[in-house]
């Protein structure tokens, strides 16, 4: 079994920043795309943000364009998610997803970690 590591959330005052990271819990977990998602109280888990295992094919949910980058660490198969200019609309609970490859195939979550943007 595998589990996703997420750290990095908290409280901040709207335009602060924060860097989520996601890192597997076992050395030679396999995938070939990572993402993130959030879910905010009363609504449906949305994507934020995607990026395949090269680097490849990075994509954002509209409304975080130009504020948050993904980025991945393929010594570590690990995940980041830089966050600039936060809002309060950004306040949700963010999940890690693992599109797992070979013998670990099919979608692996993360616990969550709450970011919280307010004064």
């Known amino acids: 079994q595998v589990q996703l590591v997420e750290s990095g959330g908290g409280w901040v005052q709207p335009g602060g920043s924060l860097r989520l990271s996601c890192v597997p819990s076992?050395?030679?977990?396999?995938?070939?795309?990572m993402s993130w998602y959030r879910q905010a109280p009363g609504q449906e888990r949305e994507l934020v943000a995607r990026?395949?295992?090269?680097?490849?094919?990075?994509k954002y949910a509209d409304s975080v364009k130009g504020r948050f980058t993904i980025s991945r660490d393929t010594a570590k198969n690990s995940v980041h998610l830089q966050m600039n200019a936060l809002k309060p609309e950004d306040t949700a609970v963010y999940y890690c997803?693992?599109?797992?490859?070979?013998?670990?195939?099919?979608?692996?979550w993360g616990q969550g970690t709450q970011v919280t943007v307010s004064s």
């Open positions: 997803k693992a599109a797992g490859s070979g013998y670990y195939r099919g979608d692996w």
């Open positions: 076992r050395f030679g977990f396999t995938v070939y795309a």
């Open positions: 990026i395949f295992t090269d680097g490849s094919n990075i």
